[in-house]
């Protein structure tokens, strides 16, 4: 088969067809394809190598980092079991935990904000965004594999990237990127260490959006954003040409890539999709930090800007013509390569990073940076490796992963005809869109186990009406063939997952009293002369009222307290019980408050007393044989 091959012949048109013509055309890549040993439908489970039930009581051997897509949260997993572990609020409000209304998470939810969204969410009356759309969740990065201190998370809608501590599995920071709406792609420095957080803007706008420049799409523009992972603020911002799509980092901390649709740069679906050919842009991140350094960037919102977009023929970017619209941008665990996926072209692209120096230099072109584009099916869009030399492409149309070997598709693209890259296609139920393997994304990678994380379940569950769950499913990659070994329904829509394996991740079991999580209570409690361990007490502050209470297994430090009508009261829970697992949780009905207090922790809320009577809080958490007792009675005085 030939391996250089563009679109195949496929129009863009008929890509984006009805599902039957899509059906139509998955068979009639099948037949025309030409692809040699293909292995299809899925294995049963029995065939697997390797052990993929985890018995009761046993733990799993790798935590899996799931977004939660639309519901803006991040699901921790445990796999091989695919046993959902835990859920961090992020972007979302969660009624189990108190996000997105105590004051602490009210605090990290806010206060990385740009000024002009906090004065748009104060006009509507609302404490913060009250949605997100998490796709990339990726752990902090030393010298190449994960360091356990951090994982990234981007939110598409608001332009936002959280970062969550895995000490506590709780987000600490969160900060809005100026210049963009939608933050897509999201991907670590890997080397020495994280670092930046790429991210990229993926819709084009208005810089800056104030009205001025409304329909006049060919001044929008697109930013690529360097965010500091220590400081949670904005490194660098370079324009570049085109929708940025997907973006990776090298192994060696010298250049990033992004994939970029839209080249055309128009705002309609025809528009975007008129031409043959889009780039993967590079980016030099020397070059891009001595300018920095130098001060040639010019400050916007308080960041530096660099313009790396064609016309200004820069040493920042190069743009590396590939199949129109990719999608995937994928670096292999050697550090040699990345890939970038075609989505409407049925094939993948690698490119050497090696070669970006030369490149950078001047001395090759941009097409000479690729060293192999091999034709992999129908909707390639995102690609996970196994350290052992090949890769594993999901097919959105074709509802299949295809393995191919790295150098076998490199010698076929250099013109060797003995060579046949496809190792193997594998059913999965239905349309994939990302996957990815144990521990693909470090120089550890380990090939043991594949998440195919599928957008369609269609039959493969009891029917819950129109709106199904996705389905993710475990294939075990140790062998040479793939092996599908177990379907697990997800809320929509995870998108991505890593998996990481477990010794490197370490949280705590008990909070430490000197968290930053609490800091500010536990200084306006030091202010109000509070010893939060141990007193139980009103402090009245003209209009302002803070109640400080303990809980401790079956009892809160205040069996009632009284206020006014209309006091702004801020009730103030320390969990004093250090007992492992041994959460309490504060609800004041009637008021619709909520909150978890984790053991040792403290966690504040505040609200106004403007509805008179009684009113109960109780303990939300089944802590005690007498937690139902656990409770007790607001007065409210006219
Ligand atoms: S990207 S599959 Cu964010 Cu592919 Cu969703
Ligand atoms: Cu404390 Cu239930």
């Given at each position: 088969m030939s391996s250089k091959t563009d679109d195949g012949g496929i129009s863009r048109r008929d890509l984006f067809g009805s599902t039957a013509k899509l059906a139509a055309l998955a068979g009639m890549a099948a037949a025309g394809g030409g692809i040699a040993s293909v292995v299809g439908g899925s294995a049963s489970a029995s065939e697997s190598k390797q052990a993929y039930e985890v018995q009761p009581g046993q733990l799993d051997e790798y935590y899996g980092f799931w977004s939660g897509g639309q519901t803006g949260e991040l699901r921790v997993l445990g796999i091989p079991s695919m046993r959902e572990l835990t859920r961090i609020p992020v972007f979302n409000?969660?009624?189990?935990?108190?996000?997105?209304?105590?004051?602490?998470?009210?605090?990290?939810?806010?206060?990385?904000?740009?000024?002009?969204?906090?004065?748009?969410?104060?006009?509507?009356?609302?404490?913060t965004f009250e949605n997100g759309d998490t796709h990339h969740a990726r752990p902090s990065y030393t010298n190449g594999t994960y360091d356990g201190r951090y994982l990234y998370v981007n939110d598409k809608t608001n332009a936002r990237v959280a970062r969550v501590r895995l000490d506590i599995m709780r987000v600490d920071k969160i900060t809005q990127i100026p210049h963009a709406l939608g933050v897509h792609g999201l991907r670590l420095q890997r080397y020495p260490k994280t670092g930046y957080v790429f991210c990229n803007s993926e819709f084009r706008t208005p810089i800056p959006n104030d009205g001025k420049i409304l329909d006049d799409y060919h001044k929008y523009k697109c930013v690529y954003t360097a965010l500091d992972g220590e400081t949670m603020k904005v490194a660098w911002q370079v324009l570049v040409d085109g929708n940025l799509d997907n973006t990776d980092a090298d192994y060696a901390g010298k250049y990033s890539a992004a994939t970029c649709y839209n080249s055309p740069e128009g705002v309609t679906l025809e528009?975007?999709?008129?031409?043959?050919?889009?780039?993967?842009?590079?980016?030099?991140?020397?070059?891009?930090?001595?300018?920095?350094?130098?001060?040639?960037?010019?400050?916007?919102?308080?960041?530096?800007?660099?313009?790396?977009?064609?016309?200004?023929?820069?040493?920042?970017?190069?743009?590396?013509?590939?199949?129109?619209?990719?999608?995937?941008?994928?670096?292999?665990?050697?550090?040699?390569?990345?890939?970038?996926?075609?989505?409407?072209?049925?094939?993948?692209?690698?490119?050497?990073?090696?070669?970006?120096?030369?490149?950078f230099a001047g001395k090759i072109k941009e097409e000479d940076a690729i060293v192999g584009q091999l034709e992999v099916g129908l909707g390639p869009l995102h690609t996970t490796f196994d350290g052992r030399g090949n890769a594993y492409t999901t097919l959105f149309l074709d509802s299949q992963i295809v393995k191919w070997n790295i150098d076998d598709a490199i010698k076929a693209y250099k013109g060797d005809k003995t060579v046949k890259p496809i190792r193997q296609k594998l059913d999965v139920q239905y349309q994939p869109g990302h996957n990815n393997a144990t521990m693909a994304e470090t120089h550890e990678a380990d090939g043991k186990w594949l998440v195919s994380l599928n957008k369609f379940s269609k039959d493969r569950f009891l029917n819950v009406g129109p709106m199904k769950p996705n389905n993710d499913q475990l294939i075990d990659i140790s062998g040479d063939e793939m092996v599908l070994v177990k379907d697990d329904s997800a809320f929509q829509e995870p998108?991505?997952?890593?998996?990481?394996?477990?010794?490197?991740?370490?949280?705590?079991?008990?909070?430490?009293?000197?968290?930053?999580?609490?800091?500010?209570?536990?200084?306006?409690?030091?202010?109000?002369?509070?010893?939060?361990?141990?007193?139980?007490?009103?402090?009245?502050?003209?209009?302002?009222?803070?109640?400080?209470?303990?809980?401790?297994?079956?009892?809160?430090?205040?069996?009632?307290?009284?206020?006014?009508?209309?006091?702004?009261?801020?009730?103030?829970?320390?969990?004093?019980?250090?007992?492992?697992?041994?959460?309490?949780g504060f609800n004041m009905t009637g008021y619709g408050l909520s909150m978890e207090i984790s053991p040792q922790a403290t966690a504040s809320v505040t609200f106004t007393a403007d509805r008179v009577g009684v009113y109960y809080y109780y303990c939300h958490q089944f802590c005690h044989a007498l937690h139902m007792e656990m409770q007790g009675r607001m007065l409210v005085e006219a």
């Open positions: 409000r969660c009624g189990a935990t108190g996000w997105g209304r105590t004051n602490e998470s009210l605090k990290i939810l806010t206060e990385g904000l740009l000024p002009e969204s906090k004065a748009f969410l104060k006009k509507q009356g609302m404490l528009q975007m999709t008129n031409k043959e050919r889009d780039w993967a842009v590079v980016f030099n991140l020397k070059a891009i930090e001595a300018a920095v350094q130098q001060g040639e960037a010019t400050m916007m919102s308080g960041v530096p800007v660099l313009d790396g977009r064609k016309a200004a023929r820069s040493n920042f970017t190069r743009y590396i013509p590939v199949p129109t619209s990719p999608h995937g941008c994928n670096a292999t665990p050697d550090g040699k390569y990345f890939v970038a996926n075609g989505k409407l072209s049925p094939t993948v692209t690698i490119i050497e990073w090696a070669k970006l120096d030369d490149l998108h991505d997952a890593t998996l990481v394996r477990r010794t490197l991740i370490n949280p705590i079991e008990i909070y430490k009293r000197d968290d930053p999580m609490f800091a500010d209570a536990v200084a306006m409690a030091a202010k109000d002369k509070v010893d939060l361990l141990n007193d139980s007490k009103v402090i009245r502050d003209g209009r302002k009222v803070r109640v400080y209470m303990t809980s401790v297994a079956p009892k809160f430090g205040l069996s009632s307290f009284k206020v006014k009508k209309g006091d702004e009261v801020t009730v103030v829970v320390t969990n004093i019980d250090d007992v492992v697992n041994l959460t309490h």
